[in-house]
C-alpha cells in the first residue's frame, strides 16, 4: 500500500488518471507476460522463463504488488535453474515443476491484486474499460 499511495501522489488534484494510466499498462502487461509464460513452459525454455518472471517482477513492484513480485523472482531463479529457499542448484524437470506449480500460484495472487485494484478504483468513481 506504500508504494500504490506514492503513486497516488503523482495524480493531479481530483482525478487518478496517472495512477490508473500506470494501473491498466500493468493489467495488460501481466495478462500477455501469462500468455508468454504459458508458452515458454509448454516449450520447456527455462531462460525464456527467468527473463518473464524478472519483467512481471519490476512491473509488479512498481505498483507495489508484493505477493507477485516475490513468486516472479521465484520464477527467475527457477528458471536460473536455482531455488534461492533451499539454496540449491535444480535439474530442469525439477525447475519446470517448480515453475508449473508457482504460474498457478502467481496468476491466483494476480487476480487478487487486479480485484482489489479495481475495487479501489470503482470506490473512487474510477472504472476501468473491460478486455
Known amino acids: 500500500m506504500d508504494i500504490f499511495g506514492q503513486i497516488l501522489e ?11 494510466e500506470m494501473v491498466t499498462a500493468y493489467f495488460e502487461q501481466a495478462t500477455t507476460t501469462f500468455g508468454s ?5 509448454a ?3 527455462l531462460p525464456e522463463l527467468s527473463a ?10 512498481a ?4 505477493k507477485v513480485q516475490a513468486a516472479c523472482e521465484k520464477m527467475q531463479h527457477y528458471g ?5 529457499d533451499a539454496d540449491r542448484d535444480l535439474a530442469a524437470p525439477e525447475a519446470l515443476a517448480k515453475i508449473d ?8 495472487e494476480y487476480a487478487r491484486a487486479e480485484k ?5 478504483y470503482a470506490a473512487h468513481n474510477e472504472q476501468f474499460a473491460e478486455p
Request: proline share 0%; glycine share 8%.
Open 43 to 45: 516449450d520447456k525454455k
Open 101 to 108: 506449480a508457482l504460474l498457478v500460484e502467481v496468476k491466483a
Open 52 to 61: 518473464l518472471g524478472h519483467f512481471l517482477k519490476g512491473s509488479s513492484a
Open 116 to 120: 482489489w485494484l479495481r475495487k479501489w
Open 10 to 20: 503523482l495524480d493531479e488534484e481530483g482525478t487518478h488518471d496517472f495512477s490508473k
Open 80 to 84: 536460473e535453474l536455482r531455488d534461492e
Open 37 to 41: 509464460m504459458d508458452q515458454a513452459l
Open 63 to 66: 505498483l507495489g504488488i508484493s
